[in-house]
């Protein structure tokens, strides 16, 4: 029997933790009221917005080709990471103030390159530190969740005292709280900065690998030509594109039903608490992730992988069935359903794409672990998420008539995809028993 890893330090936990809840927090700033705000304040119709969305994963793709080529051969990763963010924290700051349709997609693109990278080298170089993966990594990745809620209820709450007219009809204040939607950029580039000083100054140093003279990335995709990465990284292209679903028009939906269902003493306490605009609602799915990747952390050594991701698949259908049919309900039930609902998003997360790069960590090879974790990003940061904005652009279409959305019809579809991508699971992953 092998002794056990050292215990991880309380300083290296807080040093990790730090990069974590900046990292998430920069994004979870803007992403979840990105539809809204382009829609609501800049004006673009469905299709331009899928497209900065797509545009926006562009950086995943290049990823495992340059930054993590860096990273494992080159440079120090918190050195890659320090100058990508405050590059990052300048462009993002932009993004407040572009009206046009073409500069804002120029933008996202650049954006995208520079900021992509950054989220699959986090968690290579909190690999590279921790002691005990399994034991470890839940701790320290859970305060990228903890950095996501703490923004989203923030804006939610400047949306709510700031940028909510006392009076107005439903259509004039939802148009106010859009505009305000502005600011999740420049606070987005505020956290940037502190990031990209972070990562230079305070991050622990993570040299390159020269174990080998072979490209890495070109190691990487020989090791996910076999099972189980080979299904891994097949199905989640598909569930990419379900996951973008949620991002690309949950906050949109929510926040019309905050609006719309109003004035009630239930609908008036959860505003108090979330805020208004959909994204504070949603940190219930993070606040649920913190949970389920602290359970994963703590007992998810003896669970069959194949189980942990099944669990997230059938999360993913149930969520989007409850929005689909969510006017089935009562009106007075229906805010305090879909509260129920969304912390389906913490079991999507965490036994789906937080387990996800763990099987990428446990069966890459250790020298080219930074370029599969970019390779994964790559799939489902990259290539879903392009698809899965076009597809959410073009359904939106679909499912509008006289300029009002169904979301009865919209989030049927990614229902009936989680569906098909949890049997084709079942079928195709191999079960691998993990050493308890």
């Known amino acids: 029997m092998s002794d056990p890893a050292p215990r991880l330090s309380a300083g290296l936990h807080a040093r990790l933790s730090l990069m974590m809840f900046l990292q998430y927090a920069i994004w ?12 609501g304040s800049r004006g673009f119709d469905a299709q331009q917005v899928s497209n900065i969305f797509a545009v926006g994963a562009v950086g995943a793709i290049v990823a495992p080709f340059i930054a993590g080529q860096i990273a494992d051969r080159y440079i120090p990763t918190q050195v890659f990471l320090g100058v990508s963010h405050l590059l990052g924290a300048a462009l993002v700051w932009q993004l407040a103030w572009l009206e046009s349709y073409g500069s804002f997609l120029l933008f996202s693109l650049v954006y995208s390159l520079i900021y992509a990278p950054t989220l699959s080298l986090t968690n290579s170089l ?29 804006l939610g709450q400047w949306l709510l005292r700031v940028h909510t007219p006392a009076d107005g009809s439903a259509a004039e204040v939802l148009a106010a709280q859009q505009a305000g939607m502005a600011d999740a950029f420049r606070l987005s580039a505020v956290l940037g900065g502190l990031l990209g000083v972070y990562c230079l100054l305070g991050l622990p140093a993570t040299p390159p690998s020269r174990e080998s003279h072979t490209a890495a990335p070109l190691r990487a995709v020989k090791a996910t030509l076999r099972q189980p ?8 292209v598909p569930v990419s594109c379900i996951h973008q679903f949620y991002f690309v028009h ?33 940190t ?7 949970i389920v990747i602290g359970l994963i952390a703590a007992y998810g050594r003896g669970v069959a992988r194949k189980w942990l991701l099944m669990a997230g698949l059938a999360a993913y259908a149930v969520r989007m069935a409850v929005f689909a049919y969510i006017d089935l309900f009562p009106e007075g039930a229906q805010l305090p359903v879909l509260m129920a609902t969304i912390p389906l998003h913490g079991v ?26 970019s390779l994964f990003n790559l799939v489902f940061v990259g290539l879903g998420i392009i698809v899965g904005s076009l597809i959410a652009g073009r359904v939106a279409i679909w499912a509008t008539t006289d300029g009002v959305i169904s979301y009865g019809r919209l989030f049927w579809v990614p229902m009936w995809a989680s569906l098909v991508c949890l049997a084709l699971m079942g079928v195709g992953y191999p079960r691998k028993k993990i050493d308890p």
Request: hydrophobic content about 55%.
């Open 229 to 236: 990465l080979l299904m891994l990284f097949l199905i989640s």
């Open 126 to 154: 909190a690999f590279h530190h921790l002691p005990d993966r399994d034991r470890d990594f839940g701790k320290v990745r859970l305060w990228g969740t903890v950095g996501w809620i703490v923004v989203g209820i923030t």
């Open 250 to 282: 949950a906050s949109g939906f929510l926040a019309q039903k905050q609006v719309e269902l109003g004035g009630s003493r239930i609908a008036e306490a959860i505003n108090a608490v979330f805020g208004v605009g959909g994204a504070g609602l949603m």
């Open 348 to 373: 999507c997360f965490g036994c789906f794409i937080f387990v996800a790069f763990m099987v990428v960590d446990e069966e890459a090879p250790h020298d080219v672990r930074a370029s599969a974790q």
């Open 284 to 290: 219930l799915g993070q606040v649920a992730e913190v």
């Open 28 to 39: 979870g700033a803007w992403l979840p009221l990105l539809w809204p705000f382009l829609t």
